[in-house]
Structures are given as structure tokens and as C-alpha cells.
């Protein structure tokens, strides 16, 4: 079984501005946005993280994995993310399971903190984030007890 928790849901969203702006009048916080160089790949990446509903939300206007895709990834929910304590552990299992990974672990220091993260497919096409944090930022902590 997996070691993890949930730690956001990602949304794709075409008009980032709106999208923070409807989530904020129905009561969430946004904790951090910024543009960052794409792990591992070409150009840039802009998101969002607000604290909405007991978890947070991840909003972008493209995902880091949508590359990967044979279909176009249409707006709304793109993934699920769950966070773990040890990323190498959770990788292999996925790998024995036959999950597609779509991004490789790879290490990112953002406003968010710095975390590794990694993207998979299950066999049914259902898309996931699997993170451990290495350190937290701007309200973006592990969920965690610390030891």
C-alpha cells in the first residue's frame, strides 16, 4: 500500500486572474503565485495555490505532464496529488504495478518550497502527482507530524 496523503487536487484554467478571484469570493486564501522555469523541460510554468475547503488547490494554465498526453487536456480538474514520506519507495511500487510514469522524480524550489515530485498514469488513465516535501513555504507544509 501507498504511504501518502492528499495534499491539493490541480485545475487547468485558461484565465488564471478569474480563476483566483472566483475561488477568493467563495472564501479560499491564495498562498502563492508565481512563473517558474518547467522541471526537467523547455519554457515556463505559472500557477497558483490557494488554501480552499480543508486542502488546497493547484491552478495553472498548463500542466507540466500535458506533453505526455495523447489527448488534449481540456480545463478542470487535471490530477490528484498525494504526498509522501518517501518518494523512492512510492515509485518503485508504482513501477512494479505497471503504472506509466509521464515525469520522472525531479527536484523543484519554488515559492511553494522545495519538493520532489513525479507524475503517473494508472492503467485506466487516471492521472496522479506523487510528492514529498522537503521543506515547506508561504503555508505550503508538509501534512506530515513532524518526527
Partial sequence: ???RVFWNIGLKTPDMDAEIEYFEKL???LLVRETLPIPGGEGTIEYAVLEFGGTRIFLSPTTVFEDKLVDDLRPGVTHAVFETDDIER???KLRELGSEVLVE???IDARIGRRIVSFWRSPNG????????LEGRNGCRSLYPDP
Fill in 27 to 29: 472564501g479560499a486564501r
Fill in 1 to 3: 500500500m501507498m504511504d
Fill in 126 to 133: 487516471v492521472v496522479f502527482e506523487v510528492m514529498q516535501i
Fill in 105 to 107: 522524480p525531479v527536484l
Fill in 90 to 92: 512510492e515509485c518503485a
